[in-house]
Nanobody
Framework: QVQLVESGGELVQAGDSLRLSCVASGLTFSAFSMGWFRQAPGIEREFLAAILRSSDWTHYADSMKGRLSISKDSTKNSVYLQMNSLKPEDSAIYYC???????????????????WGQGTQVTVSS
């Protein structure tokens, strides 16, 4: 049974940084690409960043480009999302997700990520 467990979300002030973590179990971590998404109330789930399974190739959404950094530690089956210069509009539930897709068929669409965590709440106060 695949499980993704996010942590690190909290209430922060505008301008602060935050590092989210996601630990994966029940899958061969090296065989999956990992992504981060977020969803605010009334808004569709939004792709933020991904790191491929077979390399350290990364891809970022334009909306937060320059303020995000995704990384992974395969020895800990973990993926991380460093977020800087947070703004109130970054407030959302942040999700970790996994897919077996590679760079050849890479996708930012949530439907192409079969496994999801329960999410971690990030709230940014002004």
């Amino acid at each position: 049974q695949v499980q993704l467990v996010e942590s690190g979300g909290e209430l922060v002030q505008a301008g602060d940084s935050l590092r989210l973590s996601c630990v994966a179990s029940g899958l061969t971590f090296s065989a999956f690409s990992m992504g981060w998404f977020r969803q605010a109330p009334g808004i569709e789930r939004e792709f933020l960043a991904a790191i491929l399974r077979s390399s350290d190739w990364t891809h970022y959404a334009d909306s937060m480009k320059g303020r995000l950094s995704i990384s992974k530690d395969s020895t800990k089956n973990s993926v991380y999302l460093q977020m800087n210069s947070l703004k109130p509009e970054d407030s959302a539930i942040y999700y970790c997700a996994s897919t077996s897709r590679t760079r050849r068929d890479f996708s930012t669409q949530p439907v192409h990520y079969p496994y999801w965590g329960q999410g971690t709440q990030v709230t940014v106060s002004s």
